[in-house]
């Protein structure tokens, strides 16, 4: 699966990625990209990664599905480079993981970031509707929000 996008405004002819599963080498880069985009950085392991890879095999995005001990499933770890947003990237990424998983699917977000996810089936969940991992990052993030003075709009969702 991959994108090709040339009929973009006000850039180059043309854009085209691949996608990838990603190999014990890639373990840094998927870090560094993670680190980057300043999201989670926890239960990063590499077999479970899918990666976009531009047309010179350099890793452009990435994202994988991770397992929770309580049983759920979550949608995670989905970033891009960012001078390859906008351009499909993390579209492709999220429906690639999508198809091979059935069955629901959780994810965290910002807020701002929750119509992104409503497009793939993505439905906010209160608290209470939580299954217990996700409940356990709400209420740490409510706990940090409480103590500063940036506070982050979290979102849980389902599929």
């Known amino acids: 699966m991959g994108g090709k996008l040339s009929d973009m405004e006000n850039s180059p002819s043309s854009y085209s990625f691949t996608l990838r599963p990603a190999s014990s080498s890639d373990a840094k880069t998927i870090r560094q990209i993670i680190s980057l985009v300043h999201i989670n950085p926890t239960g990063l392991d590499w077999r479970r ?3 976009a890879v531009d047309s010179n095999g350099q890793i452009i995005g990435c994202g994988q599905v991770k397992p929770h ?5 979550e949608l995670a770890s989905i970033a891009v480079l960012p001078e390859w947003r906008g351009r499909g990237v993390a579209r492709n990424v999220i429906e690639h993981l999508l198809t091979r998983f059935s069955g629901p699917i959780y994810l965290t977000c910002r807020s701002e970031l929750g119509q992104l996810y409503q497009k793939f089936g993505f439905e906010v969940v209160e608290l209470i509707d939580m299954p217990p991992y996700f409940k356990r990052i709400s209420r740490f993030v409510n706990l940090i929000n ?14």
């Open 49 to 51: 990664f899918i990666l």
């Open 69 to 73: 001990a309580d049983g759920t499933l």
């Open 146 to 159: 409480r103590l500063t003075r940036r506070p982050v709009a979290l979102l849980v969702m389902k599929r």
